[in-house]
């Protein structure tokens, strides 16, 4: 989610965006928790659940991730093997919690990923094992399939496998303390390594991406807050640590995309390259908004250059997520499919970090710990490839509904106190590229204010590239409605 909200329920004002918040979940029929079965089944499996064999709880794991965060899905290890580096990277078992055809395989297949609102989430699994006991809390073995990658001087891949195992994390860390150690210099020998490699092998990774024409959005949290009687936005830039623990998460999924491509079986992540109108449409923005992209510059480094405490350029950064439309889900056996790339990270590429809270996470474990191993890939995980696609799709597409909903509401909240400002804007589209009749009575154009940096529609057919002067006419929270006239139309509050 872009926002996150600070609630104070003993504002009556405040608890209209909370209430309308809340709303969401009714209105798009999100899960309502966990039905007996599922519960019961959670609670036997997790009661009768032992560990792998392989016993790795020697290695001192670290989890770096939000501060509130319980559903740690990911853990790491880095360490220097001669010239290069060998990654370490603990994914939760979350298969082994999961019986094939059970309550809680059905379950999950129905909701295909936690879905999140600001300040609530509705988890994919039942939170014993979510938050409990797939979880890989500090100081508890923990069930996981660990990745080995091993890394050549420069931070390109030379191999990779992953094998299920037992691990131990030492420290659960938020992204800020794990940052402040590592400046200061004050981890615990423990895992200080672990965090100056994830410096040094993350910058290298970076620069690999940057070679090869792939891009990172990195988009600072943004929090609303109630202050002196208005909604305001406060921004908590990406710290650089983030970025580094990325893309450890990125060269995994691109290990695993390629261990399923030379097993021949699997489900890739895949991505069409942006067309040619989305590109043009995009430049037009950026030099709009004063920070042009040049044509000499590839995609991912020119967002690199973004100063995301501009709120121009956050602007910029958030619209460039629309160049890439399409993604997809492309599952295969025995024969490889034609297309295979990920275009935004500009290789083969597979979601494999995040098993519990994304349902195709938990096949693509399974199916490549049994490549790996020469096993034979389970029939279970087989016998979903063709349903994964459509069941993320409509996930994900449920998904994006709820987060437009949740912005809209959270930008009227933001715009709320301000109804009669007038604002300058710079025109984005034109009713003919927003789909809407030309008409006067009936067209709207696509417009940019950036103070706060919000996207909204403007009455009347405006020229796109333009900088225009407009009004703020409607900003109605419980109906997430943002509604902006020319500043010279005839008022109608007076």
Known sequence: MPYSYIGVKSSAAQQTLAEALAALAVEFKLPDGFGPEVLAE????????????LDLTAMPFITIDPPSSQDLDQAMFLERKGEGYLVHYAIADVPSFVPAGGPLDTETRRRGQTFYTPGNRIPLHPVPLSEGAASLFANDPRSAFVWEIGLAADGSQTSARVRRATVRSVAKLAYAQAQDMLDAGTAPAAYAGTLALLKEIGTKRIELERARGGASLNVPAQEVEFVDGRYVLQFRPALPIEDWNAQISLLTGMAAAQVMLDGKVGILRTMPAPDADAVAAYRLQTVALGKPWDEGTAYGAYLRTLDTTDPKQLALMHAASTLFRGADYTPFNGTLPEEVTQAAVAAPYA?????????????VLAI????C??????????????????????????ASKVDKAAIDTVEAALLSHRVGTEFDAVVLAGPRQNG?????SAARSTIQIAEPAITGYCEGALEPGTVVRVRLVTADIARRTVQFVPADAPRTDT
Request: net charge negative; proline share 7%.
């Open 351 to 363: 979601h494999a970090t995040a098993p519990l809270r994304r349902l195709v996470d938990r096949f």
């Open 42 to 53: 959670v609670e036997k499996v997790i009661a009768g659940h032992a560990l792998p064999e």
């Open 373 to 398: 191993s020469g096993a034979e890939v389970p029939q279970w995980a087989v016998q979903a490839l063709d349903e994964l696609p459509e069941i993320m799709s409509a996930s994900n597409q449920l």
């Open 368 to 371: 490549c710990a049994s490549l």
């Open 436 to 440: 809407h009749t030309t008409k006067a």
